[in-house]
């Protein structure tokens, strides 16, 4: 009786049984971020969106898996990245194959995770490429590169935060300040650009010092002005009469 052989075809590893010969399309997905709403960033943004869908569905041995996005956040972090925690969650759920990005600092500016989030990818067969850098995460030099690019995108972000802190330091110690008017109860922008006292509304500055010296509290001195209809510097609340004068709007 002759014996029965039974070919068992190669897989690409232990945990899949996808064939090495068959032909399957890779779903790609893209990363696109901006760090500030500023309009010039905006513009930016919606730019890489409408270039990576194009540049996705124009493969024909791609299939396209979405754009993941985030506006105005930061990348120093991952935690309110809602965008990027969407994308890699999909990517572990076996729903991407790869993800494009426009460069390493727009994945992220932290060397921690940007590798932490890379190895957890690779160990689920998910590639990465950023194209401004031409780095496949999984070339072997691949990992090592991205190290020294995160790094590089890590230390750029605290440049530019230190620079910024410092120009803030130096403006204020040469009688320079950034006051948002509208807000800011008290003061007014002068015609040189100083602070000039806004006489109506001081009365109701003094007042709340006034309320605090004799023993209520912040919360107490808000919920005191608020019941008499008192206005907030942006002009919220009813005014009413009182004893600051017949031109007084505040209260």
């Known amino acids: 009786m002759a014996n029965k052989v039974k070919v068992i075809p190669a897989t690409i590893s232990r945990r899949t049984a996808q064939r090495l010969d068959e032909q399957r399309c890779r779903r790609v997905a893209a990363y696109a971020r901006v760090s500030t709403d ?126 910024c802190a410092w120009g803030q330091r130096k403006r204020f110690a040469d009688g320079k300040v950034s006051v948002s008017y509208q807000r800011f ?17 001081a009365a109701v500055v003094r007042r709340i010092y006034g309320l605090f010296l004799g023993g209520l509290t912040p919360h107490s001195i808000a919920k005191k002005l608020s019941a008499e209809h008192i206005r907030t510097p942006s002009g919220q609340g009813e005014p009413v009469e009182c004893g600051y004068g017949p031109e007084y709007p505040y209260k």
């Open 38 to 163: 500023r309009d010039e960033q905006l513009t930016s943004y919606a730019a890489q969106v409408d270039y990576y869908s194009r540049y996705i569905k124009e493969r024909d041995d791609w299939e396209f898996a979405g754009i993941y996005t985030d506006e105005g956040i930061t990348g120093t972090n991952t935690k309110h990245r809602e965008g990027f925690k969407k994308m890699v969650d999909d990517a572990l759920a076996g729903k991407i194959d790869l993800i494009i990005t426009k460069s390493v600092s727009r994945f992220a500016r932290n060397t921690v995770d940007s590798l932490t989030t890379i190895r957890k990818l690779k160990a689920s067969h998910v590639e990465c490429y950023f194209e401004k850098e031409n780095i496949w995460t999984f070339d072997g030099k691949g990992e090592l590169l991205l190290t020294i690019m995160s790094s590089l995108a890590q230390e750029e972000s605290r440049s530019i935060s230190e620079n």
């Open 185 to 201: 109860l008290g003061y007014d922008k002068g015609p040189d650009g100083k602070m000039v006292i806004n006489e109506k509304q």
